[in-house]
């Protein structure tokens, strides 16, 4: 934002070198980034926040200027300009839409010369960076940097039945705007039209064919206020940047939308001439109502972090024209209709140190940190990533959406949908995080990286959640493994997760068929008692979608779940003095007998000599017999009393043996 000394000075006394003004400017919030001296004039090149439309004219920064230094701040006095007809009689205004409008004003000159600006005006015009065009047309552009203001001037003569219509577009209709863009509008842009056609793009351009020009007598001058949102999704979708849709998108102050346009009437007059019709066509939704805030004064000193009195405060926010009163311990400001930034006590609290100078904050040679044992959670994490970085499973960051296509594989009919006019593919909120992973795995595999073993931590939406407006989709996290090193490989690389971040949870396999998994080879993940997640290898019509050249296997787990059974102090457990003594066992039995089945029936025995129980191998064969299969665990053993003996084991390993007899029909081999 370029700010002319010459023009500043209009309205505020300046007393200050250049130099000292722009370190000032950026004390005050306002940063100074460089100085141009001209023949005739100091411009200073400002970068003013988002949050601060009002300092995007001469106004705003005189205004704050004159609070900075407590110099006398002297806004222009219009006076009573001499009138002919009635405004209201000669022209009209319809606001179709508020929202899109809130406020629009039309005030009608007629009789103007349209010619050449003066040449003070021209100056002040290119201190800012701007190009004289014609005196009308210039008095616009001055008042929208004097009052942060927009203006436009329409032919009056041009606009159909002369009256104008605020309304959205209509699909399919076109405007040429003034800097002969050829522009398509449609019913998400608000569009100033008269009673045939669209005239302007709101708060963005005007058209060509009503532009004024030097055959114009008659003028219309639009002032108002247009919803910031729609003007910035208007002005990105045709691709028109200009100064006005740059303050309209931060917001304009309702109130001076009127003083702006009455400003912008004088100065016509005294250059162009002509006469003005008596008052303004108003359509204004809802009335500024100036909100309050309140400030504790205590607050303040310790926010900020020294002792400003209260009488200190009061004046800071006194000469931001806030009106502050005490009431009851607390300082209660009037917010004034150019300051929309101001809307809770912290931002009084601002204001009072950004004015009182952030120099005035005292450096500390030390920070205070209060140390806190690490969460349950942060800690859970991170031995999470540890037991799967040790296990060749590399952690991978995807995209949270997927296509319909691929929730439904899974299961998912009911899914959280974008609009199809922002994403027209993947435009599904994932309901779980394997499709994303095989995408990768994709990946991966079109460079030629064929063994591929990922994990991920990421949100997921299950279900569309509760119908209605407003209503939120089911959320959780989910930790997703994926592998195409094989079934075996991702179960051991669960088991030691779980067991990382849960040691003393009891995690098993229970099989059943689940959408996306092979029916074969998939089942759910059950955490101490609990249903947690699935786990199996992908079926191969997802492989087949996915475009996988080789079987992967996947898993999900309920991470909240997991962090439920999360273990996070260490317990110390002594190296045993002892060796175990392993007994391996072949039992034999029928086919249809699970592992988990045959674990379940040797921890029936109770034996606490007995320190573990591995798996080994599954043999079919004839040995077996029809219908049979063998499979072999290892039996281990230990006490902490001594070596245990042959016998000793050979009498455990016997009671494991009569038990399976017993419960599953077992025989054994040698």
């Given at each position: 934002?370029?700010?002319?000394?010459?023009?500043?000075?209009?309205?505020?006394?300046?007393?200050?070198?250049?130099?000292?003004?722009?370190?000032?400017?950026?004390?005050?919030?306002?940063?100074?980034?460089?100085?141009?001296?001209?023949?005739?004039?100091?411009?200073?090149?400002?970068?003013?926040?988002?949050?601060?439309?009002?300092?995007?004219?001469?106004?705003?920064?005189?205004?704050?200027?004159?609070?900075?230094?407590?110099?006398?701040?002297?806004?222009?006095?219009?006076?009573?300009?001499?009138?002919?007809?009635?405004?209201?009689?000669?022209?009209?205004?319809?606001?179709?839409?508020?929202?899109?409008?809130?406020?629009?004003?039309?005030?009608?000159?007629?009789?103007?010369?349209?010619?050449?600006?003066?040449?003070?005006?021209?100056?002040?015009?290119?201190?800012?960076?701007?190009?004289?065009?014609?005196?009308?047309?210039?008095?616009?552009?001055?008042?929208?940097?004097?009052?942060?203001?927009?203006?436009?001037?329409?032919?009056?003569?041009?606009?159909?039945?002369?009256?104008?219509?605020?309304?959205?577009?209509?699909?399919?209709?076109?405007?040429?705007?003034?800097?002969?863009?050829?522009?398509?509008?449609?019913?998400?842009?608000?569009?100033?039209?008269?009673?045939?056609?669209?005239?302007?793009?709101?708060?963005?351009?005007?058209?060509?064919?009503?532009?004024?020009?030097?055959?114009?007598?008659?003028?219309?001058?639009?002032?108002?206020?247009?919803?910031?949102?729609?003007?910035?999704?208007?002005?990105?979708?045709?691709?028109?940047?200009?100064?006005?849709?740059?303050?309209?998108?931060?917001?304009?102050?309702?109130?001076?939308?009127?003083?702006?346009?009455?400003?912008?009437?004088?100065?016509?007059?005294?250059?162009?001439?002509?006469?003005?019709?008596?008052?303004?066509?108003?359509?204004?939704?809802?009335?500024?109502?100036?909100?309050?805030?309140?400030?504790?004064?205590?607050?303040?000193?310790?926010?900020?972090?020294?002792?400003?009195?209260?009488?200190?405060?009061?004046?800071?926010?006194?000469?931001?024209?806030?009106?502050?009163?005490?009431?009851?311990?607390?300082?209660?400001?009037?917010?004034?209709?150019?300051?929309?930034?101001?809307?809770?006590?912290?931002?009084?609290?601002?204001?009072?140190?950004?004015?009182?100078?952030?120099?005035?904050?005292?450096?500390?040679?030390e920070v205070t940190h209060e140390l806190l044992p690490p969460a349950t959670e942060e800690?859970?994490?991170?031995?999470?990533?540890?037991?799967?970085?040790?296990?060749?499973?590399?952690?991978?960051?995807?995209?949270?959406?997927?296509?319909?296509?691929?929730?439904?594989?899974?299961?998912?009919?009911?899914?959280?949908?974008?609009?199809?006019?922002?994403?027209?593919?993947?435009?599904?909120?994932?309901?779980?995080?394997?499709?994303?992973?095989?995408?990768?795995?994709?990946?991966?595999?079109?460079?030629?990286?064929?063994?591929?073993?990922?994990?991920?931590?990421?949100?997921?939406?299950?279900?569309?959640?509760?119908?209605?407006?407003?209503?939120?989709?089911?959320?959780?996290?989910?930790?997703?493994?994926?592998?195409?090193?094989?079934?075996?490989?991702?179960?051991?690389?669960?088991?030691?997760?779980?067991?990382?971040?849960?040691?003393?949870?009891?995690?098993?396999?229970?099989?059943?068929?689940?959408?996306?998994?092979?029916?074969?080879?998939?089942?759910?993940?059950?955490?101490?008692?609990?249903?947690?997640?699935?786990?199996?290898?992908?079926?191969?019509?997802?492989?087949?979608?996915?475009?996988?050249?080789?079987?992967?296997?996947?898993?999900?787990?309920?991470?909240?779940?997991?962090?439920?059974?999360?273990?996070?102090?260490?317990?110390?457990?002594?190296?045993?003095?002892?060796?175990?003594?392993?007994?391996?066992?072949?039992?034999?039995?029928?086919?249809?007998?699970?592992?988990?089945?045959?674990?379940?029936?040797?921890?029936?025995?109770?034996?606490?000599?007995?320190?573990?129980?591995?798996?080994?191998?599954?043999?079919?064969?004839?040995?077996?017999?029809?219908?049979?299969?063998?499979?072999?665990?290892?039996?281990?053993?230990?006490?902490?009393?001594?070596?245990?003996?042959?016998?000793?084991?050979?009498?455990?390993?016997?009671?494991?043996?009569?038990?399976?007899?017993?419960?599953?029909?077992?025989?054994?081999?040698?």
């Amino acid at each position: 934002m370029n700010i002319s000394l010459n023009w500043l000075t209009d309205y505020v006394d300046v007393t200050l070198p250049a130099k000292e003004l722009g370190d000032l400017f950026t004390r005050i919030g306002v940063p100074c980034d460089g100085i141009e001296e001209t023949a005739t004039d100091i411009v200073f090149d400002l970068e003013v926040t988002s949050n601060r439309p009002d300092l995007l004219g001469h106004l705003g920064m005189a205004r704050e200027l004159a609070a900075a230094t407590g110099a006398e701040f002297r806004p222009p006095q219009i006076p009573d300009l001499p009138t002919e007809g009635k405004a209201a009689e000669l022209t009209s205004v319809e606001v179709w839409d508020p929202d899109l409008c809130p406020r629009y004003t039309a005030r009608l000159l007629r009789g103007v010369k349209v010619g050449p600006s003066p040449k003070w005006l021209i100056e002040r015009l290119e201190a800012v960076g701007l190009r004289s065009i014609n005196n009308v047309v210039d008095v616009t552009n001055y008042v929208l940097f004097e009052y942060s203001q927009p203006l436009h001037s329409f032919d009056f003569d041009k606009l159909a039945e002369r009256r104008i219509i605020v309304r959205r577009g209509k699909g399919g209709e076109q405007i040429v705007s003034i800097d002969e863009t050829k522009c398509t509008l449609d019913d998400r842009m608000c569009v100033i039209a008269d009673a045939e056609r669209p005239v302007a793009i709101a708060g963005i351009m005007g058209g060509l064919n009503t532009e004024v020009t030097a055959e114009t007598t008659n003028v219309l001058i639009e002032a108002a206020q247009f919803d910031p949102m729609t003007t910035r999704k208007t002005s990105r979708r045709l691709g028109i940047l200009s100064e006005s849709n740059y303050r309209f998108e931060r917001g304009v102050d309702p109130v001076a939308v009127d003083e702006a346009s009455l400003r912008a009437c004088q100065l016509i007059l005294d250059l162009a001439g002509g006469t003005l019709a008596e008052g303004v066509v108003d359509v204004w939704a809802k009335p500024y109502a100036a909100p309050q805030v309140a400030m504790r004064p205590a607050r303040c000193s310790t926010l900020v972090g020294i002792d400003i009195p209260t009488e200190r405060q009061t004046e800071i926010l006194a000469a931001l024209g806030l009106s502050p009163t005490l009431d009851g311990g607390r300082i209660v400001c009037t917010i004034p209709s150019h300051r929309g930034d101001l809307r809770r006590e912290a931002d009084l609290i601002e204001e009072v140190a950004r004015l009182e100078g952030y120099d005035q904050i005292p450096l500390r040679h030390e920070v205070t940190h209060e140390l806190l044992p690490p969460a349950t959670e942060e800690v859970s994490r991170k031995r999470m990533a540890r037991a799967l970085a040790a296990a060749g499973f590399d952690e991978a960051v995807t995209f949270s959406f997927v296509d319909a296509e691929e929730a439904r594989l899974f299961g998912h009919e009911r899914h959280v949908t974008v609009d199809a006019n922002v994403r027209k593919t993947n435009n599904v909120l994932r309901p779980t995080g394997v499709p994303s992973l095989l995408k990768a795995c994709k990946a991966n595999q079109d460079v030629g990286n064929a063994e591929v073993s990922l994990w991920e931590l990421a949100a997921v939406f299950p279900a569309a959640g509760a119908a209605g407006p407003g209503a939120l989709p089911d959320e959780r996290r989910d930790v997703t493994l994926v592998s195409t090193r094989g079934l075996r490989v991702l179960r051991g690389a669960v088991e030691t997760m779980v067991s990382a971040v849960a040691p003393h949870a009891s995690l098993e396999i229970r099989p059943q068929p689940v959408p996306g998994l092979d029916g074969s080879a998939g089942g759910e993940l059950v955490l101490g008692g609990q249903a947690v997640g699935v786990i199996g290898v992908v079926a191969g019509d997802v492989q087949h979608h996915c475009g996988l050249e080789r079987p992967a296997a996947a898993a999900t787990i309920a991470y909240d779940a997991l962090l439920a059974a999360a273990e996070t102090a260490r317990t110390y457990e002594p190296l045993p003095r002892f060796p175990a003594v392993r007994r391996d066992l072949s039992v034999v039995m029928d086919e249809d007998v699970t592992y988990g089945q045959l674990l379940s029936a040797v921890e029936s025995v109770a034996q606490p000599l007995r320190v573990g129980v591995e798996y080994v191998t599954t043999y079919r064969g004839k040995q077996a017999g029809k219908g049979r299969k063998s499979m072999t665990i290892t039996l281990v053993y230990r006490s902490d009393e001594g070596t245990l003996r042959g016998e000793q084991v050979d009498e455990q390993v016997g009671a494991i043996c009569d038990a399976l007899k017993a419960e599953l029909r077992a025989s054994f081999r040698g």
